[in-house]
């Protein structure tokens, strides 16, 4: 494996059009949107799991049983997202990515239904 493959495998992030193939073929992952609540009201993508950036740090442990699972964390922009995802991965959560621009993105080149805000 050249050094250019372990620098993708270990990339932060993720592009919503690999996310929704992801779903589509039923991979095995979590999509976990760190949105607030009032966000995850506007829009959402269905299989996602919420739980709020400002309750991640208190909520922990009710992940720890997806410690080895593949995770993607989603917010409206991917900035949260990213904060996230480098900080679950200091927890020991081994495979996370940020999904790249956000439900923003996913709006606009995945499922335009979704209302950008």
């Known amino acids: 494996m050249s050094d250019e493959d372990s620098l993708d495998e270990d990339s932060l992030e993720i592009s919503c059009q690999e996310v929704h193939a992801r779903l589509t073929v039923g991979d095995s992952f979590v999509l ?3 949105r607030e609540t009032h966000e995850h009201t506007v829009a ?3 299989q996602a799991r ?3 950036m400002s309750e991640i740090a208190t909520r922990v442990e009710s992940l720890a049983d997806l410690r080895e699972h593949s995770i993607v964390v989603l917010c409206h922009h991917g900035m949260r997202s990213a904060q996230v995802a480098m900080w679950l991965r200091g927890q020991g959560f081994s495979n996370v990515k940020s999904m790249a621009g956000g439900i923003d993105r996913w709006s606009e080149e ?8």
Request: net charge negative; proline share 18%.
């Open 110 to 117: 995945i499922d335009p239904s979704i209302p950008r805000y």
């Open 50 to 52: 919420l739980v709020p």
């Open 32 to 34: 976990l949107d760190c």
């Open 44 to 46: 959402s993508i269905a």
